[in-house]
Each structure stands twice: as structure tokens, then as C-alpha cells.
């Protein structure tokens, strides 16, 4: 499985950014697609996650109710649409596939990993 994040860039707060992740290869059904993201010096935290099938969904704390996480049938691609950004949210934002079931929260729970897309909100 490779995954290509795209979308990232410079914003101000209260913006609104769209990230995507392309992914190919073989990806079953059962498969769990999840966005991660590090900020300078910190460790890298996990943002949200969709089941392949696109049936279920589950987002960290500081960002439900601000992001959507969607999955693109037509392109093969899982989306991440966050509004309401804040300064806080400015990291490299990763895709991650983890090839079994379960909507984990962890990174040793992913078993393919994208390169990352940066993702700066200015005050």
C-alpha cells in the first residue's frame, strides 16, 4: 500500500483547510484509513480515522465538531476536511492504512504510512 498526502498549506485562523490522502495497492474492506499529525517538538498524535467502507468514523477530542474525515469512492482517496482552525492545529499532517479491522488511536496500530503535508495556521 502507498499512501500521497496533498493539500496542505498556509492559512489564518478561523480558515479552512482540505487535506487528502490518495492511496494504492491492495486495500480490503475491513481496512482502517487514519490522519496522525506532529507539531514541532511534540510527539505525533492522532487526529481521526474512517473505516474503509467509509461506515464509521472516530476523531480526537480537540478536533471533532471542527474536522470531517470522508472517504472518496471515485478516487481511492480519504479526505480530511478541517475548519475552524487554530494556531494549535499547525503540524505535519500524515495518512496512515492500518491493514485490519479497528478503529485505533494509536500509531503502532497503522502499518503504511504517507510522507506528510504541512499544515501552518497563523494568529
Known amino acids: 500500500v502507498q499512501l500521497q498526502a496533498s493539500g496542505g498549506g498556509l492559512v489564518q485562523a478561523g480558515g479552512s483547510l482540505r487535506l487528502s490522502c490518495a492511496a494504492s495497492?491492495?486495500?480490503?474492506?475491513?481496512?482502517?484509513m487514519g490522519w496522525f499529525r506532529q507539531a514541532p517538538e511534540k510527539e505525533r498524535e492522532f487526529v481521526s480515522a474512517?473505516?474503509?467502507?467509509?461506515?464509521?468514523?472516530t476523531y480526537s477530542g480537540s478536533v471533532k465538531g471542527r474536522f470531517t474525515i470522508s472517504r472518496n469512492n471515485a478516487g481511492s482517496t480519504v479526505d480530511l476536511q478541517m475548519n475552524s482552525l487554530k494556531p494549535e492545529d499547525t503540524a505535519v499532517y500524515y495518512c496512515?492504512?492500518?491493514?485490519?479491522?479497528?478503529?485505533?488511536?494509536?500509531?503502532?496500530?497503522?502499518?503504511?504510512w504517507g510522507q506528510g503535508t504541512q499544515v501552518t495556521v497563523s494568529s
Open positions: 495497492g491492495r486495500i480490503l474492506g475491513n481496512y482502517v
Open positions: 474512517i473505516t474503509w467502507s467509509g461506515g464509521s468514523t
Open positions: 496512515a492504512v492500518r491493514g485490519r479491522s479497528g478503529l485505533w488511536t494509536y500509531e503502532s496500530a497503522y502499518d503504511y
